[in-house]
């Protein structure tokens, strides 16, 4: 597989999700309001649709870190090893959740609380620095619309990162902004400059 092709299945898979957690977050805060815990059955799917995320976005990182100039392959490599971060940090919280937690009883994420903090380390801090550095990886003109979004994606995540800090979660809702409203679009952007790569390269080939 080439590195467009990659890198575009990785951003597809990733609407995807993006798509399912959006719905499914919707379902919850519907369900449960803003003062209540997010609960089963929705968590659970939120939990598996985050698992299935963690790879996608490994993946898709190294296709960005993979495509660009040489003079910010350290950016990209950054933001790659960020990415790399919050794809293990949540896959640990959420495997336990789905496993072991739920067995004793113990399942949920609620703040505060060791999870729900291991949790936004992954997704308001790792995450966000994974796209501001991975934006650097887009120079030219026609890739404007990526680095403009995945900066914009990059900075509401660490915005986030106040809610915790402070003890205010509303103030956390900049992060959710970040990765389940805007990464989406983000991703649909990605996956179109991937898939307009790809062809290019296809006929040159040709």
Known sequence: MTTSRLGFWSAVLLVA????YLLALAAGFVRHGLREPIGDPVLAVMEVLTLLAAPALVTLLAAIHERAPA???A??????????????VTSVVHFVGLTAARQMGEGGIAWPSHGYAAELLAWDV??????VFAAAGFVTPGE???RRGLLGCGILCLAGTIGPV???MRLQLAGVAGYALVMPVVMVVLAR?????????????R
């Open 17 to 20: 999700i993006g798509a399912g």
């Open 71 to 73: 003079g910010r392959r």
């Open 75 to 88: 950016w990209t490599l950054a933001a790659l090893v960020f990415g790399a971060l919050c794809a293990g």
């Open 126 to 131: 790792f995450l966000g620095l994974a796209f």
């Open 144 to 146: 404007r619309a990526a």
């Open 166 to 168: 402070v003890g205010n």
């Open 193 to 205: 400059l991937f898939a307009r790569e790809g062809g290019a390269g296809a006929g040159a080939r």
